[in-house]
């Protein structure tokens, strides 16, 4: 089985406007929530898996790193901000809750790409865009987002142009689906079976 030295964070901390509810919570392939399918798939393959949210709010145990409670960003470079507060690796692979279809494959890839420590990021590409929440982020992109976070603007596309960002092509988008959506998410779940 495939490991990976370093850890993952799944980004749970989302407002879910589109989907109307909390879509870390939705059910699943037979558990309970999204984060926990996420959870206990990723698991295996990292030394350490993470919940980045902004409160504790999940009907299973796992380690969690949670947002300041005093900023009230519904933006993942706030997680972003807060994971390298409590990490002490200086890399972290880092994917939404609502990509459940990535895998060791395309994690590999990622992570090939990112041996190149001068890298502030390493982020999945497909012909359907950039997936910025599938991605590898070093400490280095800290200054990045700070400055950014300073102005007001907490937007990730524009911190990762700023920022030495590489993407990795990868020919498919069904790997990166993302459930945002009621529909989407009744599309993931007719795919799982």
Do not use: W
Not at 23 to 33: N, Y
Not at 44 to 62: D, G, I
Not at 158 to 175: G, K, M, Q, S, W
């Amino acid at each position: 089985m495939k490991r990976f030295d370093i850890p993952c964070v799944i980004f749970a901390g989302g407002k879910s406007s589109r989907m109307g509810r909390d879509k870390s919570l939705l059910p699943f392939c037979g558990f309970s929530t999204l984060a926990e399918f996420q959870y206990r798939r990723l698991k295996p393959h990292f030394k350490r898996v993470y919940l980045s949210t902004k409160q504790e709010k999940f009907p299973f145990e796992a380690p969690m790193i949670l947002d300041d409670p005093d900023k009230k960003i519904y933006a993942p470079t706030a997680g972003l901000l807060r994971i390298f507060d409590v990490l002490e690796e200086d890399m972290a692979f880092v994917l939404g809750v609502d990509i459940p279809f990535v895998g060791v494959e395309e994690i590999s890839r990622l992570t090939d790409a990112a041996k190149n420590r001068t890298l502030d990021a390493v982020v999945a590409k497909t012909p359907g865009g950039v997936h910025p929440m599938c991605a590898i982020y070093n400490r280095s992109i800290l200054p990045y987002i700070q400055k950014s976070a300073e102005e007001g603007k907490y937007r990730l596309m524009d911190i990762l142009e700023a920022a030495n960002t590489r993407y990795v092509d990868f020919p498919f988008d069904d790997p990166f689906f993302n459930i945002n959506r009621p529909e989407e998410y009744a599309s993931a779940l007719k795919n799982l079976s």
